[in-house]
């Protein structure tokens, strides 16, 4: 398998802008995970998805921000409009169904808002 | 509430020498507890885990972690460092009993390994 798969790995965009994040999870895999790097912060979970549906979605910043999963190999963080706080590495991550599994975490996309 | 703490921003050893980063956590019932690592512009990769049984638990890249359930630590430990050890660590912790999926990850500490 090709391992958790996101795209783009770089953007670099302007404040007021849509972003759209993109991510690819391991075949299989029931859970899907959206993470947020910073400095200041370190590692937040975001919102997270079960069987493509949303479970938890407490870490969610604002409202600007929203995940969907269409089907299972598949979803997206769009943050509309965009704001320069919001420049972070962003993480997707896949694991299977039980909790004693780990996760499993794509390259990460570095978000940049000017 | 779950929380996750890494005492050291960053820990420095040299090579051949033993490490040790240190975690402690605090959760309501009995945790799942895992260490990850991260290499510069990459994401995080699977170390090991605690699950039950055996207190010592060995991981990937002859790492390996305790268990102390009285000190609500689990730190982890390598006999002897290499270089390419040199990473930012996180340990992770989840409630089974409360947290389901949701994984509180510590601040992270850097190790950087001298030759």
């Known amino acids: 398998d090709a391992g958790v798969i996101q795209s783009p790995r770089h953007e670099v965009t302007e404040m007021g802008q849509e972003v759209t994040l993109r991510c690819k999870p391991i075949?299989?895999?029931?859970?899907l995970f959206w993470y947020r790097q910073t400095m200041m912060r370190g590692l937040e979970l975001l919102i997270y998805?079960?069987?493509?549906?949303?479970?938890?979605d407490s870490g969610m910043p604002e409202d600007r921000f929203s995940a969907k999963m269409p089907n299972a190999s598949f979803s997206t963080l769009k943050i509309q409009p965009s704001e320069p706080r919001d420049s972070a590495v962003y993480f997707c991550?896949?694991?299977?169904?039980?909790?004693?599994?780990?996760?499993?975490f794509g390259p990460g996309t570095r978000l940049l808002v000017l | 509430a779950q929380s996750v703490a890494q005492p050291e921003d960053q820990v420095n050893v040299a090579e051949g020498n033993p490490l040790t980063v240190k975690c402690t956590y605090s959760?309501?019932?009995?945790?799942?507890l895992f260490w990850y690592v991260q290499y510069p512009n990459r994401g995080l990769q699977f170390l090991l885990k605690?699950?039950?049984?055996?207190?010592l638990v060995k991981g990937s890249y002859g790492f390996e972690a305790e268990f102390n359930k009285s000190q609500t630590s689990f730190h982890l430990k390598k006999p002897s460092a290499l270089v390419s050890d040199s990473a930012l660590y996180f340990c992770?912790?989840?409630?089974?009993?409360?947290?389901?999926?949701?994984?509180?990850f510590g601040a992270g500490t850097r190790l950087f390994v001298k030759a």
């Open positions: 959760v309501s019932g009995n945790p799942y």
């Open positions: 991550a896949s694991s299977l169904w039980d909790p004693q599994e780990t996760q499993y």
């Open positions: 075949s299989g895999h029931d859970y």
């Open positions: 605690y699950i039950t049984g055996d207190n």
């Open positions: 992770a912790v989840r409630d089974r009993m409360t947290g389901g999926f949701k994984t509180i």
């Open positions: 998805f079960n069987n493509n549906v949303p479970i938890d």
